[in-house]
């Protein structure tokens, strides 16, 4: 057990910012999947559910195939 806590302890200062980058991400596309209405492909929630259920990929696959354009917006 002790090992285990040493381990935890060495790689504490690379997991830390690997840790407050995938909640920014995540928290970021959440808050742009509830302020866009418009999306390429699904809807909300299963955009919602893909960016915080898959981290580091799943806010990098809304923002590449999921997001929809500015341009096609009606009014």
């Known amino acids: 057990m002790n090992?285990?806590?040493a381990?935890?302890?060495e790689y504490l200062?690379?997991?830390i910012p690997?840790?407050?980058l995938q909640l920014g991400l995540a928290i970021f596309s959440a808050?742009?999947?509830i302020r866009h209405p418009h999306y390429r492909f699904g809807n909300q929630v299963v955009w919602l559910l893909?960016?915080?259920l898959f981290q580091?990929?799943?806010p990098l696959i809304y923002f590449v195939f999921g997001r929809g354009d500015h341009?096609?917006?009606?009014n």
């Open 13 to 15: 200062p690379f997991l």
């Open 18 to 20: 690997l840790i407050i």
């Open 56 to 58: 580091f990929i799943g």
């Open 3 to 5: 090992t285990d806590m």
């Open 71 to 74: 341009n096609s917006r009606t």
């Open 7 to 9: 381990l935890l302890i």
């Open 50 to 52: 893909i960016v915080l």
């Open 31 to 33: 808050i742009h999947v």
